[in-house]
């Protein structure tokens, strides 16, 4: 196995370490691969996020002038974790084309409603994600949940990402106050999302964040959506959505566990300009 993680945020957006510096921690670490997926612009006013297009060719210059100078030691990639708010986002293939990047992970934390507003569902916070469901889906967590997963399948099949991330994130606030993840209806529009992962040959992200950060009692997905997506091959990516260098390889010996345990044995990454399989021990 090689030790990889394409899910990597820096000070270009919420994440609180340099570029550079969690390139020379990754290398301390023994890494193999490492790409970089700061948020991407969006057009409204936000904490996490690149702010503008000026900031994002500065991004892109970094890491790739960093690429450039620790390529004998690790191979640095450039992506963006892209947000998918439809009639909102600026296309995935746009940031491409501009960016010249490798990959794109498409994430959704911010669901719009029927009357347009947005509900966030990640931060630290649940008291947002509450007063949201109250506001926008009259605390009707059906309406909403449908409303994530709907995004996310849109997502997928108009942008094209080349990995959907933290999939079932919606359910991270949920903690068992609102649904259960057995119930039918929950697990019937998972079934759908997966199908459309399937169909669209999209890679399905495997995130620790929520465990490591004491967030989630889970891995996104959980592990009865793994056991599925694995009974269906759809490929999967494990990765730590490190917001400092420390968090690297978070969770990742008992992910592995979990992962070998449902089915799979194998994680995809991005090298050398494609993906391959790697076994995952
Ligand atoms: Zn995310
Ligand atoms: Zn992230």
Not at 146 to 169: C, F, L, S, W
Not at 231 to 249: C, F, G, T, V, Y
Not at 261 to 274: A, H, I, T, V
Request: aromatic share 12%.
């Amino acid at each position: 196995m090689i030790k990889a993680n394409l899910h990597t945020h820096s000070l270009y957006c919420d994440g609180k370490a340099p570029v550079e510096d969690v390139i020379t921690t990754a290398i301390d670490k023994g890494f193999d691969v490492l790409g970089f997926s700061s948020h991407a612009p969006v057009p409204f006013d936000n904490n996490f996020s690149i702010k503008d297009d000026s900031s994002l060719k500065e991004y892109v210059n970094e890491v790739r002038t960093l690429s450039r100078k620790y390529a004998g030691d690790i191979k640095v990639y450039l992506a963006l974790e892209a947000d998918y708010i439809p009639g909102i986002s600026t296309p995935f293939a746009e940031f491409r084309r501009e960016n010249n990047l490798d990959y794109i992970i498409g994430s959704v934390h911010l669901v719009k409603s029927p009357e347009d507003e947005l509900w966030f569902i990640d931060g630290p916070r649940h008291e947002i994600y509450d007063e949201g469901l109250k506001m926008f889906f009259k605390g009707d967590i059906a309406t909403a949940v449908k409303a994530y997963y709907h995004q996310v399948n849109e997502m997928i099949t108009t942008q094209r990402p080349d990995m959907v991330g933290h999939i079932d994130k919606v359910k991270m606030h949920n903690k068992g106050r609102y649904f259960e993840e057995d119930e039918s209806w929950y697990v019937k529009l998972v079934d759908e999302t997966l199908d459309f992962v399937k169909a669209n040959d999209t890679i399905m992200e495997v995130n620790t964040r929520g465990i490591y950060r004491g967030r989630s009692t889970s891995l996104f997905p959980g592990k009865e959506i793994l056991k599925k997506a694995a009974r269906m091959n759809i490929p999967i990516s494990l990765n730590s959505d490190a917001h400092k260098p420390q968090e690297l390889e978070g969770y990742y010996r008992e992910a592995t566990n979990i992962l070998l345990e449902c089915g799979y044995k194998e994680s995809y990454y991005f090298m050398d300009g494609q993906w391959k399989a790697f076994a995952l021990k």
